[in-house]
């Protein structure tokens, strides 16, 4: 279940990253780079992924990577300004192509974050020091703030003003 609820995670360019993964077949990043390189004509680019719990299984015996990759993988390629050459030579060359090696320097230099977990710690931090220095007072408004999301589930406006 903790799975289906990081699916927004997972974006055809993010899934990209992967390609630079050597614990994949040559075969599956042979076909990622396939799929890179012309793209999905008839697939439309999807910005977040929505999979019900029924289909879990499913979802989980294809070839994942494939089915996100599609018509914005290409994009970050561009962001990050790395050559896409090497997507061209047979996936066992890679290693000796010069631009995988520095995609693959610019991917593992990046920097992961959960930056909504860090907006919500930041917010609260600002939101404290302005309101009291009094950690009892702090306390207290922490447990007012549980006791109406208790009383009002679904009313998340912290999550309703980022997106």
């Known amino acids: 279940m903790k799975f289906i609820n990081n699916l927004w995670y997972l974006s055809e ?3 990209t990253f992967s390609i630079f993964d050597e614990r994949l077949s040559k075969d599956t990043r042979r076909k990622m780079a ?42 970050i390629f561009e962001k990050f300004n790395m050559s896409t050459d090497f997507l061209k030579v047979q996936s066992d060359k890679w290693n000796e192509h010069e631009g995988y090696i520095e995609g693959k320097r610019v991917v593992e ?3 992961v974050v959960n930056d909504m977990a860090e907006r919500g710690v930041k917010l609260m931090t600002d939101f404290n020091e302005k309101f009291t220095k009094n ?29």
């Open 13 to 15: 360019e993010c899934a």
């Open 34 to 75: 396939e799929k890179i390189m012309h793209g999905t004509p008839e697939k439309e680019s999807q910005k977040k992924f929505i999979l019900k719990f029924e289909d879990l299984q499913h979802f989980l015996n294809k070839e994942l990577l494939l089915d996100i990759l599609g018509n914005n993988s290409k994009n």
């Open 109 to 111: 230099s990046i920097k």
């Open 135 to 163: 950690e009892e007072q702090n306390q207290f408004v922490l447990q007012v703030v549980q006791d109406y999301r208790k009383k009002f589930p679904g009313k998340d406006t912290l999550k309703e003003s980022y997106n």
